[in-house]
């Protein structure tokens, strides 16, 4: 079974919906049990950082997300999903994600003519072949709505990039972890076929 977490912070029914959509249940859990038990995990999420990162802790689902992520389970991040992937975030101060993945989350630097929050269809310039990936054609376009961006230690981890107007990741692939800046869930076919490869992992 695929788990959904819920921790109050994520639009939970589109992500379900679409991997209904693409003939596979998915089940959303606020049960730190239920996740640690699931086949394969999403972690969603929308809004602010401290947030998110404090609700995952306050709940135990953090912990049980990193138990199935070191356990070798699929597991995939979602826009702030990915962003709490890593050590810390420095929106609005700094705190502290969870460790999965080495690096910081930044937010996008000021620059004439572009808008913060980085928002609509962008393509991906992909650097290595990820699972989410297959099948798709070379430079996929993508939903994104975010004003911060991950910046992993290990540049290894980045599957793929996006401009806005520099280089900033847009997805991480790191063994059984990966995870997305972008919606799969909003970004029509292209989403919808990498919920599918996610299902079929």
Known sequence: MIVIIDY??????????????????????????RVRNAKKVILPGVGAFADAAAE????????????AANAGKPCLGVCLGLQLLF????????????GLIRGRVVRFDPSPGIK???MGWNNLRVRKPAPLLAGLEPD????????????PEDREVVA?????????TAMVWQDNLMACQFHPEKSQRVG?????NFAAL
Do not use: C, W
Request: net charge negative; proline share 6%.
């Open 8 to 33: 109050g912070m994520g639009n939970l029914r589109s992500v379900q919906k679409a991997f209904e959509a693409v003939g596979h249940a998915a089940e959303i859990s606020s049960d730190p049990d």
């Open 56 to 67: 995952l802790r306050r709940t135990g689902l953090g912990d049980a997300f990193k138990d």
């Open 87 to 98: 050590d810390v975030s420095e929106e609005d101060g700094r705190h502290e994600g969870l």
């Open 116 to 118: 913060i929050p980085h």
């Open 140 to 151: 996929p376009s993508v939903y994104f709505v975010h004003s911060y961006h991950a910046v």
């Open 160 to 168: 793929a990039e996006a401009d806005h107007p520099k280089p900033f």
């Open 192 to 196: 919808l076929a990498m919920y599918a």
